[in-house]
């Protein structure tokens, strides 16, 4: 498969940046013109991300859908807000209205207090069970010739038939995390695993895991996705500037902020990715050619948090060790989101996608 590049939609100018305080929730026109900007500069896959507060995923997604020709969303989505059967009609529906563009990142969910808030109070054993349980039932549904039924752990129904098919056949299918919870279900169901920036040797680590749970389900490996928050200038020291100002940029947010403020003072995170970003940035600041790990200190890693740091070349350079070590579906998004992608579309993705296509014609020459 070749190596693809991710974004992740931002719904208003102000979601990560000093203008939070005026954050609107939702600025169509904004959204209109980063989804443009994420599809004229080359990225392959935009997540579309998911949070109890945030406006609703699957509606973005099909907005993102409508006003793009190629970029293919990543709707992630949450299993126990809406049921299984329900979602594999709608997300049928979506990718019949994207033309076969979308994937499903199924979120387990790392935090009891996020889930309870949905009214969600399975504990995360359970959760990663019900989706594994849901997974099922989508594919079920979308390959079924006639009414479906269905009798398990956290689902019950009978005579289930939709009318619509996804475009391909199914829908890819994304699982993300870092327990062992995570690559049971994603080695055993995902088309695509997600994993958070870590060193080399760690992230290997983790898709070895993932691999080997495939393997002893007869299952082809899942791609395997990367997250990094890339900040980029003309230099490598230019660029470590420039990251110092956007840590104290983030260390701002998370003393002025409620929602950082709470993670800062929450304590130790639940869940085990932002656990092992943490623990990873207590052993050292700058790991391999240029990941930073000072900005996972700053969120108390709330979310993909760890940079790449340094010129587009070594930025470029950098992703491609990911690809050496089995990754190909790389996320990029930046700190300053619309401003990053565009300069990563300029500057990064040219870089990365010359030197694949020449490691290629040299392949094939030899």
Same mark, same amino acid.
């Given at each position: ?18 203008? %939070? ?13 980063? &989804? ?12 579309? &991300? /998911? ?12 907005? #993102? ?44 969910? =790392? ?16 959760? /990663?069970?019900?989706?594994?349980? /849901? ?5 079920? #549904? ?40 995570? /690559? +049971? ?11 958070? =920036? ?5 992230? %290997? ?50 003393? $002025? ?38 900005? %996972? ?20 350079? &950098?992703?491609?060790?990911? #690809? ?5 579906? @790389?996320?990029?998004? $930046?700190?300053?989101? @619309? ?6 579309? +300029?500057? #990064? ?18």
């Amino acid at each position: 498969m070749p190596v693809e590049f991710i974004s992740a939609v931002h719904t208003d100018s102000g979601a990560n940046g000093p203008a %939070a305080s005026a954050r609107t929730g939702f600025d169509p026109d904004y959204v209109r013109r980063y &989804a443009r900007a994420l599809d004229d500069g080359g990225f392959d896959h935009t997540l579309v &991300a /998911y949070h109890s507060a945030s406006p609703d995923a699957l509606q973005l997604a099909q907005f #993102v859908a409508t006003h793009t020709e190629r970029i293919r969303p990543v709707l992630a989505h949450r299993p126990g807000v809406i049921f299984p059967t329900h979602a594999a009609r709608a997300f049928a529906t979506l990718d019949r209205i994207s033309n076969g563009r979308l994937s499903v990142h199924i979120i387990s969910g =790392g935090s009891d207090e996020e889930q309870h808030r949905e009214g969600d109070y399975l504990n995360k054993a359970e959760r /990663y069970e019900r989706s594994d349980e /849901y997974i099922q039932i989508l594919r079920k #549904v979308w390959t079924a010739d006639g009414p479906v039924s269905h009798e398990g752990k956290h689902y019950r129904f009978e005579g289930f038939h939709s009318d619509v098919r996804p475009v391909n056949g199914l829908v890819p299918i994304s699982v993300g995390g870092s327990s062992q919870d995570a /690559y +049971r279900v994603g080695g055993q169901q995902g088309d695509i695993f997600g994993l958070w =920036g870590e060193p080399l040797k760690e992230t %290997a680590e983790q898709i070895a895991a993932v691999n080997a749970v495939a393997d002893a389900a007869g299952r082809p490996h899942p791609r395997i996705w990367v997250s990094f928050r890339p900040i980029i200038a003309p230099t490598d020291e230019l660029a470590w500037e420039k990251a110092h100002r956007t840590l104290g940029v983030l260390k701002e947010q998370a003393s $002025g902020t409620e929602s950082l403020r709470h993670y800062k003072t929450a304590g130790r995170p639940a869940n085990v990715g932002s656990q092992r970003l943490l623990d990873i940035a207590e052993r050292g600041e700058v790991h391999d050619r240029c990941l930073w790990t000072a900005p %996972a200190i700053a969120t108390n890693a709330a979310g993909a948090s760890t940079a790449l740091v340094g010129s587009p070349e070594t930025v470029a350079q &950098a992703l491609l060790d990911y #690809v050496d070590i089995g990754c190909d579906l @790389l996320s990029i998004r $930046g700190y300053d989101p @619309l401003n990053d992608a565009i300069d990563y579309a +300029r500057y #990064v993705l040219p870089l990365v996608r010359q030197e694949l296509a020449h490691r290629a014609a040299t392949s094939q020459a030899a």
